[in-house]
């Protein structure tokens, strides 16, 4: 396993592959789980993300599950220490309304979103849930307009001030309110987002795409991440669950256009002349790029993990890379 800081120099030291758990002490079991935690471990992985509403979504789940489950894997293997664990705030529904957070036409009304009071609490109970009394990584989960940037902005500063939080981090907002935020936290010589966590994967999705409250990594956000020495890029859904290796994964209707075949075809040309897996090398093409791009690896087996491992150490030729970029 191959190593680099988060942002920049400021950060902590972090795996190059981290390991998302939402779905483990629920469709993951808690045996199979924690087999995938050690294996990771053992392979030298030292980052975890999760969120405070992993997997609300899901029948019978209110969103406590993965951090649960993440917090009884430490505190089971004294692991805490070893390991930069990341979780978000943002995103959590209010029960009071029900455990859907998201309208099917995308209106966010149910989110707790990310007011001052909101941000403080999800810590809180974040940290208790995990059995913890810090966060290496703190994460904006989605856009919330309903309230001041620079309330959001203060909230966050506040707890690394305090010491409950190291670094902290944005996800599925648009550049633009990346770039503010940044700007804001500045102005009053306060800490902000240094890590940016977006969907991101080979294929890339039709013009106009939309995902939801989701965002995806597209070119502006590279070029202004590639300006800031202190900005770390992560991307999640980066194998799209499974859809480059097995046909029973269709790919989202966001990525089925006429230009993804040929970069299909590409992708497992060059597989087969390293003799690695089309997974691999997408892996690897993220970790490779002018803008390393950070992959969130979701996996429910320790075979799953063992075929992605190696692509930590994965260094795809020049002409290679060359040759996915192009196509």
Known sequence: MRFRPLAGATGPQVS?????????????????????????AEAGGTFLDTANNYPCW????TGDEAELALGRWLDSRRARDRMVIATKVGARPDPARGTRWISDDGDLGNAEGLAAKTIRQGLESSLRRLG??????????????????????????ELVAEGAVGTLGVSNHATWRIAEARRLAAERGLPGYQVVQQKHTYLKP??????????????ELLDYAGTQDDLTVLGYSTLMAGAYTRDDKPLLAQ????????????LREVADQ?????????????????????????????????ELLPAAELDLAPELRARLDAA
């Open 16 to 40: 190059d592959l981290c390991l998302g758990i939402m779905y483990f002490g629920t469709t993951v079991d808690e045996e199979t789980s924690f087999a995938i935690l050690d294996r990771f």
């Open 58 to 61: 899901l029948d019978g789940s």
């Open 132 to 157: 913890t009394d810090r966060l290496d990584l703190y994460y904006a989960h989605i856009e919330d307009r309903r309230v001041p940037l620079d309330e959001t902005v203060g909230a966050f500063a």
């Open 206 to 219: 039709h013009q106009g795409a939309h995902f939801g409250c989701q965002r995806h990594v597209d070119d």
């Open 255 to 266: 990525y089925a256009h006429d230009g993804s075949p040929a970069r299909l075809r590409t």
């Open 274 to 306: 390293t003799g690695a897996t089309p997974n691999q090398v997408v892996l690897a093409w993220l970790l490779g790029g002018t803008v390393p791009v950070l992959p969130v690896i979701a996996v429910s087996s320790v075979a799953q993990l063992e």
